[in-house]
């Protein structure tokens, strides 16, 4: 049974509102959509003074767990699937955000707050693959 544990409902809560200042605040100051594919692939192909804010969005991806460890204990992930797999799911992804045109983070924060029917469709395909991938894998393979 899953348990309650208000710590971890309060940080969900301070998670979701700082994505939600981020991406608010990138399209108000950059008129750019936090669509964390859309930013990276824009790396290999910069526009015009393109690289320094693109860079610096995800630079604070990685650098942000990291000075959260120095004010508390990250959460333990224990990852159970063989490398191949993680490897497989990884390429998966990438063709699916390709395919999609977008990831869940543009698509799913981004496109639904525009109310965009193109994002909002997306999503719910983004959540009902996810749903039927997990009970496949844990109820029929």
Do not use: K
């Amino acid at each position: 049974m899953l348990e309650l544990n208000l710590q971890q409902v309060g940080m969900a809560i301070a998670g979701g509102v700082l994505i939600g200042l981020a991406s608010s605040l990138l399209i108000l100051l950059n008129g750019r959509i936090a669509g964390i594919s859309g930013i990276l692939g824009g790396l290999l192909h910069p526009g015009t003074n393109d690289v320094a804010w693109r860079f610096t969005f995800l630079a604070g991806l990685v650098v942000s767990p990291l000075v959260y460890s120095l004010l508390a204990t990250l959460p333990l992930v224990e990852v159970e699937a063989e490398p191949w797999l993680l490897i497989l799911a990884g390429l998966l992804v990438g063709f699916g955000t390709r395919l999609g045109s977008g990831c869940t983070s543009g698509h799913g924060v981004c496109g639904i707050a525009r109310v965009s029917r193109r994002s909002i469709a997306a999503t719910l395909v983004f959540i009902v693959s996810g749903m039927l991938t997990v009970y496949v894998m844990r109820h029929l393979l």
